[in-house]
């Protein structure tokens, strides 16, 4: 009984989940429960005694915690949650003791301090209980300068109910490809040192439990909210136990200082599949992380110019484009690269942000005027952290590159060092000079090379530049790009409003892809784009009915030269163009849910509507089934006692081998939630490298 009277606990809780914390006297807390909510008045004394794990031969006569930051000291056997290094490269091992708490409904901030070594430690938790979300940030403050090779953000432990985690990897035009790996003893590790997000480790991690699927079960899942290089670590100590630990990448803090901290580590639980999880991030960017200069408008089509001139700006050209653009249903145009300098291809000019008057001898302003006199608005690119050599920045200030002077190029590039004071004010006069001097509404923000070390200075002075411009240009809308998909995350997110997913524009990528990215990112921020015929980055040929159809599951916007569109083609992107803006002001609040297809030919999801009251899915096949008919599509998300009106939208798409007639090829039908979750929908035949898009109504 004494140990109970001995025992701090802490809890944040909403109506799905509870979140416990608790701590043995002075030492640091632990998290001893997190999963669904508690019944009102458990005593949380009783649960932290019932969490009390045995010792048996062979261990230490007591078991070292798993805190929220696990200290060497107390022979924890795994990864520490600190690793340190005074003035003169001792290595400090901390042993923090309680020093207080803050406390309210949604939030918890536990102070600690270790008096011998003049440090204190802070791990913050927060709840945020329209969403479900938590958010735990650690912070360090030293008295005298250290060195800080790891701070992980507060440790959660990993279930012990599940058999596999769900990390991502992925390459330029192939993002977010999922690993899943068997937790086995020992750590599962990734330590991204490119300096971004990268395209190669998105900062994500799901824990399904056993028997979990995207639509049942019980999961967790994990995101680092922070632009530069990024550690996880999942290991599975001796005893069992598991933890999960998140941080910048080992040694990325490059100085010295007093004062560190971690970005936001976003944690959710979910009792509804894998889908849980993805709601609660989708919902909580969308909307508590977002800041978009005009949350009333609706997202506009876009159209980007790229793909159809790349470097050859040409102004009659470009009108022409633009005037076709606009009547498919464009209502942005991007400027894409070859604006500035003498940028006629990627060797040259980044770094000369002065508009090119051999392309515009009369500046951009004829220009834009055509595209406002077309019904559009005006976008333009920028890729400011970059330099050529061979450029008048470079001939200038060779000095304000990041890293060797003879490291290898990145698509002919190299960094520039933003954390400098004079390069951030050259960066931040020359782009205030274009959005000063033009009605800009849009900028495109790219990033083409990976650091040539490992720098988080960096990724905190891009943070601090965004800001800037954003608080003197707060109708301009920024995009995250970085060679499509290599920056992407909430830390980014929180001052950008949409991201490029990837540069490959082929839809059956971009199925996937799109698939994949719907675990954490909503409609509002997901770029993509109707692509040329034959796609510039995989030579593959697919009809316009899918990649229109594949575009307008996010953001919609068009990349190709719209002259090469036959009459048939246009007037089929004009269509479902017309759909989307249709559809776009109760799409951009649905719920993105994956749905699990017992075809593996098959990549499906449903956008339920906020209020439930209608919902549309999309069933991509991208490539042949192993049997001959279709299996039937269980959707996800609905009522079991509701009855919905089914239609198939795009029947007119059924091939002539489909010589049947199942009801949706010729009619809608009446069904009830359970029926269409239990058995599923059956949809005619059709080839591979098609989708079907099926549209229900709540009655």
């Not at 080992?250 to 979910?270: C, H, M, Q």
């Not at 040539?452 to 995009?479: C, K, M």
């Amino acid at each position: 009984m004494s140990r109970r009277e001995d025992t701090r606990c802490w809890a944040l809780e909403d109506h799905n989940q509870s979140l416990i914390l608790a701590a043995h006297g002075d030492d640091l807390a632990e998290i001893i429960y997190w999963g669904p909510r508690l019944p009102e008045g458990s005593d949380l004394k009783m649960i932290a005694a019932a969490s009390r794990m045995d010792v048996t031969g062979g261990m230490l006569d007591a078991v070292p915690p798993l805190s929220i930051c696990p200290e060497a000291r107390r022979t924890f056997p795994g990864q520490p949650g600190l690793s340190l290094a005074d003035a003169t490269g001792k290595a400090l091992l901390p042993l923090f003791t309680f020093d207080r708490v803050e406390e309210s409904d949604q939030a918890i901030s536990l102070h600690y301090r270790d008096a011998e070594h003049g440090l204190r430690y802070q791990a913050k938790f927060e709840l945020t209980r329209k969403t479900g979300m938590i958010r735990a940030q650690a912070s360090l403050i030293s008295e005298r300068p250290i060195s800080v090779n790891w701070l992980s953000a507060p440790v959660f432990p990993a279930p012990q109910n599940g058999q596999d985690m769900i990390d991502f990897h992925g390459r330029w035009i192939g993002e977010f490809q999922t690993s899943r790996t068997p937790w086995s003893a020992g750590a599962r590790l990734r330590d991204n040192p490119t300096g971004r997000t990268g395209h190669e480790y998105f900062p994500g991690l799901i824990l399904p439990c056993t028997g979990a699927t995207n639509t049942q079960g019980s999961a967790y899942a994990f995101h680092y909210g922070w632009s530069g290089g990024h550690k996880m670590l999942a290991e599975e100590l001796p005893d069992g136990r598991r933890q999960i630990q998140w941080g910048h990448a080992t040694g990325s803090r490059r100085n010295p200082g007093t004062r560190f901290e971690t970005a936001p580590l976003y944690a959710v639980f979910s009792d509804q599949g894998i889908n849980g999880c993805a709601v609660t991030f989708q919902r909580h960017l969308r909307d508590e992380i977002l800041r978009p200069p005009a949350p009333a408008r609706p997202r506009p089509v876009h159209y980007n110019c790229w793909e159809a001139v790349y470097f050859d700006h040409d102004h009659a050209t470009l009108c022409d484009i633009a005037s076709q653009a606009a009547a498919l249903g464009a209502e942005r145009f991007v400027l894409d690269d070859g604006w500035f300098g003498k940028r006629d291809d990627d060797t040259s000019s980044l770094g000369d942000w002065a508009i090119d008057a051999r392309k515009y001898p009369d500046g951009l302003m004829p220009l834009i005027e055509h595209v406002h006199a077309a019904g559009m608005t005006f976008g333009i690119w920028f890729e400011p952290e970059m330099i050529n050599p061979d450029s008048d920045l470079f001939r200038a200030h060779p000095d304000w590159v990041l890293g060797d002077r003879d490291q290898v190029l990145g698509r002919q590039q190299m960094v520039l060092n933003i954390a400098l004071p004079e390069v951030q004010a050259y960066l931040y006069d020359h782009i205030a000079a274009v959005l000063s001097d033009h009605p800009i509404d849009y900028v495109k923000w790219d990033h083409n090379r990976v650091l040539p070390e490992p720098d988080s200075a960096q990724a905190e002075a891009v943070y601090a530049l965004f800001d800037r411009l954003r608080a003197d240009f707060p109708q301009v809308e920024f995009e995250s790009c970085s060679s499509g998909g290599g920056r992407i995350d909430f830390g980014i997110l929180s001052r950008t409003h949409r991201v490029w997913l990837s540069d490959s524009n082929d839809p059956i990528e971009r199925l996937r892809i799109q698939h994949e990215a719907a675990l954490f990112l909503p409609m509002v921020v997901t770029g993509s784009h109707v692509g040329p015929r034959t796609c510039h980055t995989s030579g593959r040929v697919t009809d316009i009915r899918l990649r229109a159809w594949v575009a307008a599951q996010r953001h919609m916007g068009f990349e190709m030269d719209p002259r090469e569109l036959t009459e048939e083609e246009a007037d089929i992107l004009r269509q479902v163009t017309r759909w989307w803006k249709d559809n776009r002001h109760w799409t951009e609040r649905a719920d993105i849910l994956r749905l699990d297809s017992d075809d593996p030919a098959v990549i499906a999801e449903l956008q339920r509507a906020e209020d439930g009251s209608r919902f549309v899915a999309f069933s991509g096949l991208r490539e042949p089934s192993a049997q001959i008919l279709p299996r039937p599509l269980r959707l996800a998300g609905l009522e079991p006692d509701a009855h919905y009106e089914i239609r198939l939208l795009n029947r007119e798409d059924a091939p002539g081998l489909s010589r049947g007639s199942p009801l949706l090829k010729t009619g809608t039908a009446t069904l009830s939630g359970q029926y269409l979750m239990h058995q599923g929908i059956t949809l005619p035949w059709t080839f591979p490298q098609s989708i079907w898009v099926i549209e229900g109504t709540r009655l």
